[in-house]
């Protein structure tokens, strides 16, 4: 076994992750990705993206093959040594916002910062900033059962991004939002990234996100391809697709 590349803050070799009721999650997937790079993770639902990130972050052990964050062997960690990895260097966003309902939104935004030892002025003023960049700067004192959807993943996202995670998982991070805010938040999201030196690693399915990214790779059966060929859909059924959101 060998540490990886020295510019890859992140490698992984032959990762393989089968779920509990034995659905593959990803079967063999290699990849490296560089410090401060922005990698889109690309596929179909259940391609197994929400998987290869989450052995990438240590959210699951990888059941077999490797991943290193910097000269860390991630798959020989303990649940406890994930966990202190999770809590200090990595960032996480779900594709729906779960926030903590008794605290309010800049006590939500400035948790990961407070549990990582930051003292609760500089961590309000931290969360502050960044719910103030991510437009929700006006709700800082609500609490997460009084905003909007789209409301709790911009606050989500901002929570992720105040303590500068050495990498970022993203996953479908505008999920919740309308088209039209999408755009403007993953801007956001990768210019904050790119200013802070943030590695971000971005499960999409979407191409227009992924256009975003400095690089993409592209999953499809748990397994990486190099482009995903999908049948088109037949015309009868767009229309009575179409009919039937009317
Ligand atoms: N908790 C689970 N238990 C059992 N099977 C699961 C679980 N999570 C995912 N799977 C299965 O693992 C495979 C990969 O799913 P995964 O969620 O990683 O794909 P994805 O590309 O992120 O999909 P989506 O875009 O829908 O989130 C799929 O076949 C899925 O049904």
């Known amino acids: ?14 990762l393989h992750f089968r779920h509990q009721d034995g659905s593959p999650g990803v079967a063999g997937v290699s990849l490296g990705v560089r410090e401060g790079e922005i990698l889109a993770v690309s596929g179909p639902r259940g391609s197994g993206k929400t998987t ?55 006590e939500n935004t400035a948790l990961p910062l407070m549990l990582r030892g930051t003292g609760r002025r500089r961590a309000k003023v931290a969360a502050l900033e960044w719910l103030e960049r991510l437009d929700v700067g006006d709700k800082a004192r609500r609490h997460p059962a009084e ?32 088209r039209a805010d999408r755009a403007h938040v993953l801007r956001t999201l990768t210019t904050a990234a790119r200013s802070h030196g943030i590695t971000v690693v971005l499960a999409t ?20 391809v190099k482009t995903v060929h999908l049948p088109p859909v037949p015309e009868a059924e767009g229309r009575a697709e179409c009919s039937l959101s009317v």
């Not at 076994?1 to 032959?14: F, G, H, I, K, Y």
């Not at 909007?148 to 479908?172: G, H, K, N, S, Y």
């Open 205 to 224: 399915h979407d191409a227009e996100t992924a256009a975003l990214a400095d690089r993409k790779v592209t999953l499809l059966d748990g397994r990486r």
């Open 147 to 178: 905003l909007l959807q789209a409301e709790r993943q911009r606050v989500a996202i901002a929570r992720a991004l105040a303590p500068a995670p050495t990498v970022l998982f993203a996953d479908e991070p505008t999920a919740p939002l309308h």
């Open 52 to 106: 290869l990130l989450s052995c990438l972050a240590g959210l699951v052990p990888a059941q077999g093959g490797e991943v290193w964050f910097n000269s860390q062997a991630v798959h020989r960690m303990g649940p406890f040594a994930r966990e202190r990895l999770r809590r200090d260097r990595f960032g996480w966003i779900d594709p729906a916002p779960t926030l903590v309902p008794e605290l309010n939104v800049w």
């Open 1 to 14: 076994m060998e540490a990886p590349p020295d510019n890859d803050v992140l490698w992984a070799r032959s």
